[in-house]
T-cell receptor, first 116, second 113 residues
C-alpha cells in the first residue's frame, strides 16, 4: 500500500508569484483534503476534493484553488502569494465524503513554502 | 463554534516517566476524536482514534487515550516515555458529516535524558 506523497518538499517563492503544490493520495482513497499549517499552529482546513470536485472549503480566499484528477491525485494552487502564505501545506487522503467518509485521514509529509 | 483545545503548549518529562497530554473539545454532539504526532519537519502520523464504544482506546507506539464525555475530554497517555517520543502532538476532531478535521494548537513534548 502506497502512502500519501507530496511534491516538492520545499519551495521558495517571491511575493506576488503563483505556486502549484502536488499530492498523490493513498492507494484506494478517493478524497483529498488540503491543510495549511503556519509555524507554531495546528493545521487549518483549506478545502477538500471528492470525485474531481471541490467538496467543502475553509476560511481561505479564492486565490487558493485546487484540482483533483481522475487518478485522485490533487493540486493546490495559490495565486498572488503573500508573506503570510509561508507555511507547511499538508495533503490528507481518505475514502468517501460526508457521512460515508472513512473515519480517519492520512497525511503526507507536507510541502514547506517560504514566501519572501 | 466547534473547537478543540489543548491547554498545554509545552510539556517536559524525563525519560521513563509517565505522560498525559490534555485535549478538550466543544461540539454539539460527540465528534470523532483523533491524536496525531508530528516530528520536526514531518507530516502528521495518526496515533489513535475514537469513534464510539470502549472509552479507553489503544494506539501505536504504546499510547492510549481516554474519552470522558462528562468532561468533553480525550487525553493522551503513555506509561513510560522514550526519548524518541519528543515531538508535537495534535488532538483533532471531526463531526459526523463534516469534511474536515479541526485541530488543537498542539502540545510540544520535550523528553529529558
Amino acid at each position: 500500500e502506497t502512502g500519501v506523497t507530496q511534491s516538492p518538499t520545499h519551495l521558495i517563492k517571491t511575493r506576488g508569484q503563483q505556486v502549484t503544490l502536488r499530492c498523490s493520495s493513498q492507494s484506494g482513497h478517493n478524497t483529498v483534503s488540503w491543510y495549511q499549517q503556519a509555524l507554531g499552529q495546528g493545521p487549518q482546513f483549506i478545502f477538500q476534493y471528492y470525485r474531481e470536485e471541490e467538496n467543502g472549503r475553509g476560511n481561505f480566499p479564492p486565490r487558493f484553488s485546487g484540482l483533483q484528477f481522475p487518478n485522485y491525485s490533487s493540486e493546490l494552487n495559490v495565486n498572488a502569494l503573500e508573506l503570510d502564505d509561508s507555511a507547511l501545506y499538508l495533503c490528507a487522503s481518505s475514502s468517501g465524503t460526508g457521512r460515508r467518509a472513512s473515519y480517519e485521514q492520512y497525511f503526507g509529509p507536507g510541502t514547506r513554502l517560504t514566501v519572501t | 463554534a466547534q473547537s478543540v483545545t489543548q491547554p498545554d503548549i509545552h510539556i517536559t518529562v524525563s525519560e521513563g516517566a509517565s505522560l498525559e497530554l490534555r485535549c478538550n473539545y466543544s461540539y454539539g454532539a460527540t465528534p470523532y476524536l483523533f491524536w496525531y504526532v508530528q516530528s520536526p519537519g514531518q507530516g502528521l502520523q495518526l496515533l489513535l482514534k475514537y469513534f464510539s464504544g470502549d472509552t479507553l482506546v489503544q494506539g501505536i507506539k504504546g499510547f492510549e487515550a481516554e474519552f470522558k464525555r462528562s468532561q468533553s475530554s480525550f487525553n493522551l497517555r503513555k506509561p513510560s516515555v522514550h526519548w524518541s517520543d519528543a515531538a508535537e502532538y495534535f488532538c483533532a476532531a471531526r463531526s459526523g458529516s463534516a469534511r474536515q478535521l479541526t485541530f488543537g494548537s498542539g502540545t510540544q513534548l520535550t523528553v529529558l535524558p
